[in-house]
């Protein structure tokens, strides 16, 4: 059975920093790419992060470049965002998504196959 468990969310001042992790069980050895995305009430999700498993190349979105770290531990399987400087507009519902398949673009939600449940983040102000 494949999950994915978010955890580190929770409430921060604007400034303030956080990690998220999402450990993965199942079929890990099959992901080529891990990803963060976020929902925010009333939007969209959108991509913040990604890392392929094997190389460790990484890609952001413009609004947490700068910001945010995407990183990973094979051995444990796991996969963590480090936010600093967070702002209000960063309040969401984190998601990790993980990707059986390659040749996708890593910032499109329908490339990923997995999803965990998600971890909230507040920032406030």
Do not use: H
Request: net charge positive; glycine share 12%; with cysteine.
């Amino acid at each position: 059975q494949v999950q994915l468990v978010e955890s580190g969310g929770g409430l921060v001042q604007t400034g303030g920093s956080l990690r998220l992790s999402c450990t993965a069980s199942g079929r890990t050895f099959s992901y080529v790419r891990m990803g963060w995305f976020r929902q925010a009430p009333g939007k969209e999700r959108e991509f913040v992060a990604a890392i392929r498993w094997t190389s460790g190349s990484t890609s952001y979105a413009d609004s947490v470049k700068g910001r945010s770290t995407i990183s990973r531990d094979n051995a444990k399987n796991t996969v963590y965002l480090q936010m600093n400087s967070l702002k209000p507009e960063d309040t969401a519902v984190y998601y990790c998504a993980a990707a059986l398949r390659s040749g996708y673009g890593s910032s499109w939600s329908g490339g990923y196959d997995d999803w965990g449940q998600g971890t909230q983040v507040t920032v406030s102000s």
